[in-house]
């Protein structure tokens, strides 16, 4: 079979920023944009290296402090690029910390102001409880589940659409029902779990606008059998409902 | 003194009750820690030829059974927790079947399994004499929080040994602890897997992200145990040219071996010009696994094993097993508190190597999840069989006549245990020989 194209995906602070589990995006980036009948190309991105000349997707997760306090010279380096990749429309998923820093600041416990690439409109404050449980999310893409477990709470600007609504968990803040939050193609959102395999929908709407970009053609997706993610994922909803 | 034979007699009442109940194995401790928290300290004031703290993620249980076992065969009288529960209450709970109302605990040897948070409570009650440090990786994030603390926490207890540390020179979060805060003259060993061999594995450890850097240990010296392994179930470990084995465990594994190598430098270490070789092999031959921890179980004629996963470093030294055959794999999954509820850490596991033979089935409460995890590495999974009862009937009565392996999260395991106990007539929990 020939490909349909080749999609250059970029995984961002692979080491510092991936500890919970977010690689499993990646893997099922790579595997469904394979089965959809496209070629990937991953870009393990780590502090000091070069981004690629026309990236078409990216990927980033959660860290502890110091991994996040290790990419943050490397991510003023690319911040002006990534910005511009974001405004033309390029997709991006963001996970937990690098979603934090994707926002507009985040300020810690004791008061200190951290800017960040203020790609979506959001503000993190440093909070003394961690938000930890599993979570159910309604979002454009149909239900989405996954795990959140940070201390950060987020607050959207007025007029910053929200990823999700909250239907089991906690979300940005555990108090105004969102979930992460949405500008262009850009995703941020706090769920690990990790989120794109048992959510294929949202997965393959990230893929479909990459490969629009790589190809300059609409998505032509293959025949994908998603039969163990949708019932492990409406499992995991019914026992998240009903608790 | 009045107060710490209150102590003890309030324990023993309640370890008998918890006996009784079934219940588990750190409760009577706590009893009798909150009457007297120098009740530790006291109980270990008589031991004179070493307090071993052993600590870290994996490996904790299985490496303080083969370190107390070759301590005994040495003719030491060995005061150990050997059931598995590795807070410090555990430790006084598993003392008081020992101890007489003195309060004085009769052993030359303490081999202490303690996990990294108490290790470090206890450290400051009692002073460990040797401590040996496994590994660090993720494991139950919501309690220790972040992996760099959790090396902390190590770091501060080698800060406190007073007579040696041994460490692993794989785990880059071990190796690099800072030992400039450790006590001047204290005595540095290594163990790990020979350069050599470690090249045909996986990466078993995380890598730690704080430096730029690859980790470059020391070369190992003559005092420290380097593995070989020669096929999937012979070893051997090297003291520079003195060799011990080969020799076969009874438990399988790679992580098994590495395990041995770390207790058997210990006890080097420990027991100085009274160790002998072949004690130490005989030791090791003999030692049986603890529950569910790489044991084989004759299940109608042919093996079975169930191996206990908890993290991807663990997941990921069980299927790297050094020049394995494969067998007919189960993989079970459950997501109670004890398992850890975020399963996201499956996907830092490869499963590749399970591509050939694939797996018959997948268990337990995130049976699909684990299934889906499998077909993303396009590991063709046979059966989804949520219930562990069912699916383990299943394993069984669809293959008879093969080995078959079970990797299980901590309560599949105990539930697993129970029922291949029930059928297969198997020592219950609490019944374990030393």
Known sequence: MTSKGTIDLVHLYPREMSIYGDLGNIRCLAQRIRRHGYDVRLHDHTPGSTLPDRPHLFMGGGGQDSGQSRVEDDLALIADRLRGLASDGTPMIMICGLYQLFGNAFVTVGGEELPGLGILDVTTRGNPTRMIGGIVLDTDHGEVVGFENHSGATVLSTGQAAFGRVRAGHGNNGSDGTEGAVTNHVIGSYLHGPILPANPRLADHLIARAAELATGRPFEPGDLDDSLADEARSRQIRRLLAA | ?434
């Open chain 2, 1 to 434: 003194m009045l107060r710490t034979t209150a102590a003890i007699v309030a324990g023993k009442t309640a370890r008998v009750a918890a006996r009784v109940r079934g219940g588990g194995s750190a409760m009577p401790g706590l009893v009798a820690e909150r009457i007297d928290p120098q009740l530790l300290a006291h109980a270990l004031s008589g031991v004179t030829d070493g307090i071993v703290v052993v600590t870290g993620t994996n490996g904790k249980t299985t490496t303080t059974k083969m370190l107390a076992a070759i301590l005994r065969a040495h003719g030491k009288r060995v005061f150990s927790n050997p059931t598995g529960s590795n807070f410090t209450r555990g430790v006084v709970s598993a003392m008081l079947g020992d101890l007489p109302l003195s309060g004085r605990l009769d052993a030359d040897v303490a081999v202490l399994e303690l996990d990294e948070w108490h290790a470090l409570q206890f450290a400051k009650v009692v002073t460990p004499t040797h401590a040996l440090l496994l590994n660090v990786a993720r494991d139950q994030l919501d309690r220790f929080a972040e992996i760099d603390t959790t090396a902390k926490l190590l770091g501060t207890l080698a800060a406190t040994t007073s007579t040696g540390v041994v460490r692993n020179r794989d785990d880059s979060f071990v190796a690099r602890l800072d030992e400039s805060q450790f006590r001047p003259g204290v005595t540095m060993r290594w163990f790990g897997i020979d350069p050599e061999v470690a090249d045909d594995l996986p990466p078993l450890h995380e890598a730690d992200a704080r430096f730029e850097d690859e980790l470059a240990p020391p070369e190992p010296g003559p005092d420290d145990g380097m593995l070989h392994p020669r096929s999937a179930a012979e070893f051997s470990i090297r003291f520079g040219d003195n060799e011990i084995g080969p020799l076969v465990l009874r438990q399988r594994g790679l992580a098994a071996m590495i395990n041995a190598t770390a207790a058997t430098t210990t006890a080097r270490l420990v027991l100085g010009d009274a160790f002998r070789r072949e004690l130490a092999e005989e030791a090791l031959r003999a030692v049986t696994p603890p529950f569910g921890r790489g044991e084989v179980i004759d299940a109608g004629g042919f093996p079975l094993e169930l191996v206990l996963v908890k993290n991807p470093a663990g997941f990921t030294v069980a299927l790297g097993t050094y020049h394995a055959e494969p067998v007919t794999t189960m993989v079970a999954i459950n997501d109670d508190y004890a398992d850890g509820q975020d399963v996201s850490w499956l996907y830092d596991v490869s499963f590749a190597s399970l591509r050939d033979k694939g797996v018959a089935l997948t268990s337990g409460v995130r049976a699909y999840d684990m299934a889906l995890r499998l077909d993303y590495d396009d590991v063709r999974v046979a059966a989804v069989e949520p219930d562990l009862d069912r699916a383990l009937d299943r394993l069984i009565s669809d293959h008879p006549a093969e080995p078959r392996r079970i990797f299980c999260t901590y309560t599949a395991m105990m539930r697993l245990r129970r029922l291949l106990a029930a059928r297969y007539g198997l020592a219950g929990f609490g019944e374990e020989p030393a």
